[in-house]
């Protein structure tokens, strides 16, 4: 069972930048992907970042060239960069994992966009 926690939720105002932070309880290197999704109020989850194992990254159009998924091995943590940031960018966000042919989700940090 891997555990991934995430953090860095909070407000933000339209056009600043954030980041969130996912912790997993096992090395990332033990991952088949890494990504980000998020799920807005009346809305289905929908991926907003993905990393695979062989380094290459896919964003939907609605955050490309804002958003990136990164990570930090020496850290163990996988973050997601969020610049120029919307309103409709609000959501919960989740952490979400592939290990060993298992899906794997975090509980969620909501991101509020408002003034």
């Known amino acids: 069972q891997v555990r991934l926690v995430e953090s860095g939720g909070g407000l933000v105002q339209p056009g600043g930048s954030h980041r969130l932070s996912c912790e997993p309880s096992?090395?990332?290197?033990?991952?088949?992907?890494m990504a980000w999704y998020r799920q807005a109020p009346g809305k289905q989850r929908a991926l907003v970042a993905l990393?695979?194992?062989?380094?290459?990254?896919n964003y939907p159009d609605s955050v490309k060239g804002r958003f990136t998924i990164a990570t930090d091995s020496a850290k163990n943590m996988i973050y997601l960069q969020m610049n120029s940031l919307k309103p409709e960018d609000t959501a919960v966000y989740f952490c979400?994992?592939?290990?060993?042919?298992?899906?794997?989700w975090g509980q969620g940090t909501q991101v509020t966009v408002s003034t």
């Open positions: 990393l695979g194992r062989d380094g290459g990254t």
């Open positions: 096992e090395s990332i290197a033990g991952f088949y992907s």
């Open positions: 979400h994992g592939i290990v060993s042919g298992k899906v794997y």
